[in-house]
């Protein structure tokens, strides 16, 4: 699948995402203020939050695809991790905040809904199929990615370096599992009489936000600051330049992450004695092409070709 295509298939899984929890937040907050539910008022601060974030998400897409330029010579798609840990942070947490402080105030204010069962349920109904819309979009792009990697999709998720369908995928999942919270508190306030059911919902749906923003955010955390690549590709690309027979060992290799599709590698390799000026730049370009072979993501190589003993020749391959 090409980079294209993939970009390509992400703003479309974001994009319905978006139109997803748009509608889900209109209809949430309607039916929050019409029932008087604080957990869906909570899940109604979760869908605004989660409709922020795909806006931020649609961003970093365009602002990651720009070209490199002098001032950023290797592109700008670590633009994606940036807008991805501004999303997890900021707007996860806000919902969280909204979700855990009303429930609380409601709580110990002893307040009780004002208005039917009836909306609530209906609202949350049409909820649970819009977010399981977008939640099997999400599924299905991951499946076709993981399948195509060879990846169970449990270890491609955990290990992607694309933060904008995994974001979609934890958010989606957590919906879900927000409306359920909010079926459960609103219908044992329903069953039971007592509206500390509902309010309760609302407190642990903000709980279970907060974890949610955490995983998000120290996964985007880590490839805004400089992540290397997975250790099963550094393990290829060693492999691949070790076949060569004039490679008598490689001293040192640095590997940054660019992009979700974009990786940096900056090699230093102690070449045999016996080679001349010329074959150093052969085998030179000859381990650029194998180390893009080994590893797809690969789009920066820089060789440190060393002669043996001789003095150190630096040949950076673009």
């Not at 957990?39 to 897409?61: K, M």
């Not at 992009?259 to 730049?281: M, Q, Y």
Request: no cysteine; aromatic share 6%.
């Amino acid at each position: 699948m090409s980079r294209t295509r993939d970009e390509g298939e992400t703003r479309r899984t974001v994009i319905i995402a978006l139109l997803a929890n748009s509608l889900i937040a209109l209809a949430k907050l309607a039916g929050g203020l019409l029932s008087g539910s604080s957990a869906l008022l909570a899940e109604a601060a979760h869908s605004i939050a989660d409709t922020t974030n795909q806006v931020f998400l649609l961003v970093s897409i365009a602002l990651g695809g720009r070209d490199p330029n002098p001032g950023q010579p290797f592109g700008h798609g670590r633009e994606r991790f940036l807008w991805s840990f501004v999303a997890a942070v900021g707007m996860f947490l806000a919902g969280a905040v909204f979700a855990i402080g009303y429930g609380t105030y409601e709580l110990l204010s002893g307040a009780s809904e004002t208005g039917g069962f009836g909306i609530a349920w209906i609202v949350l109904v049409v909820s649970g199929i819009a977010e399981g819309i977008s939640w099997i979009r999400a599924v299905k792009q991951t499946r076709s990615e993981a399948q195509e990697a060879g990846t169970p999709v449990r270890d491609y998720v955990r290990a992607s370096r694309d933060p904008s369908v995994k974001m979609v995928l934890f958010e989606d999942s957590a919906a879900l599992a927000g409306i359920a919270i909010a079926a459960a508190g609103i219908g044992l306030h329903q069953l039971t009489g007592a509206a500390a059911w509902d309010q309760l919902a609302s407190i642990v749906i903000g709980l279970m936000l907060i974890v949610v923003a955490l995983k998000l955010a120290r996964d985007a955390k880590h490839l805004v600051v400089g992540a290397s690549a997975r250790p099963e590709e550094r393990r290829a690309m060693e492999e691949a330049i070790e076949r060569f027979p004039e490679v008598r060992s490689v001293v040192e290799l640095l590997t940054m992450v660019l992009a979700p599709k974009a990786l940096l590698v900056a090699a230093r390799v102690d070449l045999s004695d016996d080679i001349d000026a010329e074959r150093i730049e052969g085998v030179s370009e000859e381990i650029d092409q194998a180390l893009r072979d080994a590893v797809p993501d690969v789009t920066e190589v820089f060789l440190d070709a060393t002669p043996g003993r001789r003095a150190a020749t630096t040949l950076p391959q673009a």
